[in-house]
């Protein structure tokens, strides 16, 4: 049976995203039979979901959902201030008044592309959980459950803002510095601890586990949120807080790396603590509209068109073996067909592109801006698009995960012992070994560091890695080097500053050196 399906290309396709030009085409694709696809769901159809507790928490616990793997937020923060990922203008598309080219090119300012997202939604969450907390009759199974995701929250504010307001009530109070922040998500985890669950998580809550992994990534990032020189205490910190994890037994690296972020990754064995997207029941995720070009409706079936946005960089896209498991699971590359295999056009290509209308996601791309080709760049492809899915994606993604904790305690080992530590090796090897790549020798600061980003591609921990590692001011395509320390922070959200501005004691100011 032919369809023939007519689309209408207007701008503004997404709230404070990419527009694209305007434009009728009519694409046509025969559904009848499915052609083998890159990123094919894994051959997941139908909603994979589980419903998350009925414990009157999921007022908090939702909030994950905002900003985490959609556009406009946390998520496009962390991202596009990154070497892994980026949203080059394609003409008249996604220019937005040059937000996402200045956070490529670390040229931030209060106005710049995500970060009032970020904030917003972050202390959304923040809100719900003091909201909840203050009911007097609430179970100290519940309270820790509140605090520990009260910390995550924070968690993210410190890593990203540093000088934040601790809000713990409907009281307002002054902003702290990051030293005092750091201090409070420590000290929230820790008085967590000893009422959350021992043994796994209940779906879309949290455990012992999830307080140690989040502690094991806050005492390696230590000093860099102290504001100090590098401290051994804190490496044995991580190591601990990573034991206690790998220890507990309740974890194990999924024999297959693309099945932690499939559609149907509903409680994988290396999830520790995640954000339960569902298509119905958890809205918010949106990757394949964000990054997929709009005929490639048609090479899965979407519900709607997608927005021709986010791209992986070459240089980052090269940094995989060819035999790596991560590099197919990860990225969208090559000519694109339907379903049956039949080229798909865009039929206002670029002129000057000698793959004329048969889209191919070259890994190259010609320029970031004016005229960055509508096909140019690998796909974000990691967590996999379903056939026939909706804007919404089934996919959870894991804000804690069995193999970042593994990364984590082998790097506390290398900064607290050197390069050459026998267990780091084997840490790192064993997450090797799962992606068909041989043992990582020798291992270096930049070698870490590179096998970090492989691993954890759009988990939203790159920005924090480049820090850790003194690699974020480093050069990268169409960005040049600096060595702005006071970057390492992103300025405080301007709408913020004028929100707040009538506060005396209590208003908000801004990060220093912006």
Same mark, same amino acid.
């Given at each position: 049976m032919?369809?023939?399906?007519?689309?209408?290309?207007? =701008?503004?396709?997404?709230?404070?995203?990419?527009?694209?030009?305007?434009?009728?085409?009519?694409?046509?694709?025969d559904f009848a039979n499915?052609?083998?696809?890159?990123?094919?769901?894994?051959?997941?159809?139908?909603?994979?979901?589980?419903?998350?507790?009925?414990?009157?928490?999921?007022?908090?616990?939702?909030?994950?959902?905002?900003?985490?793997?959609?556009?406009?937020?946390?998520?496009?923060?962390?991202?596009? =201030? =990154?070497?892994?990922?980026?949203?080059?203008?394609?003409?008249?598309?996604?220019?937005?008044?040059?937000?996402?080219?200045?956070?490529?090119?670390?040229?931030?300012?209060?106005?710049?592309?995500?970060?009032?997202?970020?904030?917003?939604?972050?202390?959304t969450g923040i809100f719900q959980c003091n909201e909840l907390?203050?009911?007097?009759?609430?179970?100290?199974?519940?309270?820790?459950?509140?605090?520990?995701?009260?910390?995550?929250?924070?968690?993210?504010?410190?890593?990203?803002?540093?000088?934040?307001?601790?809000?713990? =009530?409907?009281?307002d109070v002054p902003q702290s510095d990051r030293p005092t922040v750091y201090a409070f998500v420590e000290s929230e985890l820790l008085a967590a601890l000893p009422d959350l669950p021992a043994g796994k998580a209940e779906y879309g809550r949290a455990n012992k586990s999830a307080a140690n992994a989040l502690l094991s990534r806050l005492y390696l990032n230590a000093n860099i949120y102290k504001g100090t020189a590098p401290d051994n205490a804190d490496y044995d910190k991580a190591i601990a807080a990573a034991d206690e994890v790998i220890n507990s037994g309740l974890y194990s690296l999924s024999p297959e790396y693309k099945d932690v972020f499939s559609p149907a990754n509903v409680e994988n064995v290396e999830h520790i603590f995640v954000a339960p997207f569902d298509e119905v029941t958890g809205s918010g995720m949106n990757?394949?509209?964000?990054?997929?070009?709009?005929?490639?409706?048609?090479?899965?079936?979407?519900?709607?068109?997608?927005?021709?946005?986010y791209s992986t960089m070459e240089e980052f896209y090269n940094s995989y073996d060819a035999a790596d498991k991560r590099k197919a699971a990860n990225f969208i590359a090559g000519p694109q067909k339907d379903v049956n295999g039949n080229?798909?056009?865009?039929?206002?290509?670029?002129?000057?592109?000698?793959?004329?209308?048969?889209?191919?996601?070259?890994?190259?791309?010609?320029?970031?801006a004016p005229n960055g080709s509508r096909q140019a760049g690998a796909r974000l492809g990691k967590f996999s698009f379903k056939l026939g899915q909706n804007p919404e994606?089934?996919?959870?993604?894991?804000?804690?995960?069995?193999?970042?904790?593994?990364?984590?305690k082998a790097e506390a080992l290398c900064r607290k012992n050197?390069?050459?530590?026998?267990?780091?090796?084997?840490?790192?090897?064993?997450?090797?070994?799962?992606?068909?790549?041989?043992?990582?020798?020798?291992?270096?600061?930049?070698?870490?560091?590179?096998?970090?980003?492989?691993?954890?591609?759009?988990?939203?921990?790159?920005?924090?890695?480049?820090?850790?590692?003194?690699?974020?001011?480093?050069?990268?395509?169409?960005?040049t080097a600096h060595a702005d320390a006071y970057k390492i922070l992103m300025p405080i959200p301007q709408e913020q500053i004028n929100a707040t501005s009538g506060l005396g004691a209590n208003k908000l100011t801004q990060n220093p050196g912006y």
């Open positions: 032919k369809h023939i399906l007519k689309y209408t290309l207007v =701008s503004a396709l997404i709230v404070g995203g990419g527009a694209c030009t305007n434009l009728d085409e009519e694409l046509k694709g499915n052609a083998p696809l890159q990123n094919p769901g894994v051959g997941v159809k139908n909603n994979v979901n589980k419903a998350t507790p009925n414990d009157g928490l999921s007022g908090a616990f939702s909030r994950v959902l905002n900003g985490t793997a959609n556009h406009g937020s946390y998520f496009s923060v962390q991202e596009i =201030s =990154s070497d892994e990922a980026v949203i080059t203008q394609k003409g008249g598309d996604w220019f937005d008044g040059g937000i996402w080219l200045s956070m490529h090119k670390h040229q931030f300012s209060s106005t710049v592309g995500g970060i009032n997202g970020a904030w917003n939604d972050t202390y907390l203050a009911n007097a009759s609430i179970t100290a199974a519940n309270k820790a459950q509140l605090r520990f995701l009260r910390a995550y929250f924070y968690w993210r504010l410190l890593d990203v803002f540093g000088r934040v307001k601790l809000a713990v =009530s409907s009281s990757i394949a509209q964000m990054t997929l070009h709009y005929p490639s409706q048609l090479t899965y079936k979407l519900a709607q068109q997608p927005w021709n946005g080229p798909i056009l865009d039929l206002a290509f670029d002129k000057g592109d000698t793959d004329g209308p048969e889209i191919n996601y070259t890994p190259a791309i010609n320029m970031l994606m089934d996919n959870d993604f894991p804000l804690l995960r069995y193999a970042e904790v593994l990364l984590n050197g390069y050459g530590d026998a267990t780091a090796a084997t840490l790192v090897n064993q997450v090797r070994t799962r992606a068909g790549v041989g043992a990582l020798t020798p291992l270096t600061a930049g070698t870490l560091l590179a096998e970090r980003g492989r691993e954890l591609f759009i988990e939203s921990l790159r920005r924090t890695d480049l820090i850790r590692f003194g690699a974020w001011g480093n050069a990268w395509w169409e960005k």
